[in-house]
């Protein structure tokens, strides 16, 4: 249901080394000290997992090995480390649990947004095939109507895998698109609707204002929609990406973020600050430009193959 095993590892190879590596060196033979803390510390927080996150997990980790008397088995010390960070992301519902979810109604809404460039568009693309490829009826919605070649594309794409495909009319705005493709998704036993919409900084208020719309409209043409809302964030900003993830989770209440990039970024530790500080969870991660690159969010075994 998730990538394999060894593709994920290879997608997280550069988190990978510059994290587990560098503990691993890090607790070298001398275990658990104060200096191998502070060290560890400096690890986690550039792996972008946050000063918070990285302070909570260090702590517990510290009282943890003082009280069972570990500190100086690395090998334990680090089983001890991949169970502290499992219980930041590890719930108790299986990543599988969500999609059967996702599919609770008919049509299923889904609004996806973010900045410019995150890879909206791509992962779009990559879902429809997705969800067609396990016998879904897809309609994908371009209400991003600023770029034509983008629309284009994910045209292709939809067509590709048997998705529908609503775009723009010349100078139709992007809340009548999503409107015109959630009435024609309910006519045609569609599935799930994915609408797509034009990146745009959290800061500009009136780009806000025009998603909020787009939401609130989506809901006019089916009540309850969107069902869900899906932040695209990329993991190559780190930090900066959770700043961006707050205020559109004030503004439009995201309920799920899709991390793109992965595989081109050592800050993967941004998945355990999602978690930890945003309370959203992500559900599908991208590691890498090929359709195929994008799956569920599986954390447990993210976590494994963080240390593998
Ligand atoms: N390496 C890698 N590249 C990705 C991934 N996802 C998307 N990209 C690339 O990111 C770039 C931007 O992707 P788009 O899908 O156009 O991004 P967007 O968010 O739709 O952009 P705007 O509509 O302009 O805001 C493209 O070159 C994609 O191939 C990923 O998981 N890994
Ligand atoms: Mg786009």
Same mark, same amino acid.
């Given at each position: 249901?998730?990538?394999?095993?060894?593709?994920?590892?290879?997608?997280?190879?550069?988190?990978?080394?510059?994290?587990?590596?560098?503990?691993?060196?890090?607790?070298?033979?001398?275990?658990?000290?104060?200096?191998?803390?502070?060290?560890?510390?400096?690890?986690?927080?550039?792996?972008?997992?946050?000063? %918070?996150?990285?302070?909570?997990?260090?702590?517990?980790?510290?009282?943890?090995?003082?009280?069972?008397?570990?500190?100086?088995?690395?090998?334990?010390?680090?089983?001890?480390?991949?169970? &502290?960070?499992?219980?930041?992301?590890?719930?108790?519902?299986?990543?599988?649990?969500?999609?059967?979810?996702?599919?609770?109604?008919?049509?299923?809404?889904?609004?996806?947004?973010?900045?410019?460039?995150?890879?909206?568009?791509?992962?779009?693309?990559?879902?429809?095939?997705?969800? %067609?490829?396990?016998?879904?009826?897809?309609?994908?919605?371009?209400?991003?109507?600023?770029? /034509?070649? /983008?629309?284009?594309?994910?045209?292709?794409?939809?067509?590709?895998?048997?998705?529908?495909?609503?775009? /723009?009319?010349?100078?139709?705005?992007?809340?009548?698109?999503? #409107?015109? %493709?959630?009435?024609?998704?309910?006519?045609?036993?569609? @599935?799930?609707?994915?609408?797509?919409?034009?990146?745009?900084?959290?800061?500009?208020?009136?780009?806000?204002?025009?998603?909020?719309?787009?939401?609130?409209?989506?809901?006019?043409?089916?009540?309850?929609?969107?069902?869900?809302?899906?932040?695209?964030?990329?993991?190559?900003?780190?930090?900066?990406?959770?700043?961006?993830?707050?205020? #559109?989770?004030? @503004?439009?209440?995201?309920?799920?973020?899709?991390?793109?990039?992965?595989?081109?970024?050592?800050?993967?530790?941004?998945?355990? %600050?999602?978690?930890? &500080?945003?309370?959203?969870?992500?559900?599908?991660?991208?590691?890498?430009?090929?359709? &195929?690159?994008?799956?569920?969010?599986?954390?447990?075994? #993210?976590?494994? /193959?963080?240390?593998?």
């Amino acid at each position: 249901m998730g990538f394999s095993f060894e593709k994920l590892k290879a997608g997280l190879t550069k988190t990978r080394q510059s994290f587990f590596g560098k503990v691993r060196e890090v607790l070298g033979v001398g275990g658990l000290d104060e200096a191998t803390l502070s060290r560890l510390e400096e690890i986690l927080v550039g792996s972008d997992l946050g000063v %918070a996150t990285a302070e909570r997990v260090l702590s517990h980790l510290k009282e943890e090995t003082q009280r069972s008397g570990i500190a100086r088995d690395r090998e334990q010390v680090l089983s001890l480390l991949k169970s &502290e960070i499992k219980s930041i992301v590890v719930d108790n519902g299986s990543p599988g649990d969500f999609e059967e979810s996702l599919f609770a109604q008919k049509p299923s809404v889904v609004l996806v947004l973010g900045v410019n460039g995150t890879g909206k568009t791509t992962s779009i693309g990559k879902l429809a095939r997705r969800f %067609a490829g396990s016998g879904k009826k897809v309609l994908v919605a371009a209400s991003d109507t600023f770029r /034509a070649a /983008a629309i284009e594309q994910l045209e292709l794409w939809a067509k590709r895998s048997g998705a529908d495909f609503v775009k /723009a009319a010349s100078g139709q705005d992007p809340a009548s698109v999503a #409107f015109d %493709a959630v009435s024609a998704a309910q006519k045609r036993g569609t @599935d799930i609707v994915l609408v797509d919409t034009a990146g745009r900084l959290h800061t500009k208020t009136n780009l806000m204002e025009e998603l909020k719309k787009v939401k609130r409209v989506i809901g006019k043409a089916l009540p309850g929609a969107p069902h869900e809302v899906w932040l695209v964030l990329d993991a190559t900003v780190g930090q900066n990406g959770l700043l961006q993830a707050k205020t #559109f989770h004030q @503004d439009l209440g995201v309920t799920g973020v899709v991390l793109t990039k992965l595989d081109g970024t050592a800050k993967g530790g941004i998945v355990l %600050a999602i978690a930890s &500080e945003l309370g959203v969870k992500v559900r599908y991660i991208g590691i890498g430009e090929k359709l &195929e690159d994008l799956e569920l969010f599986d954390p447990e075994d #993210f976590v494994e /193959a963080l240390f593998a």
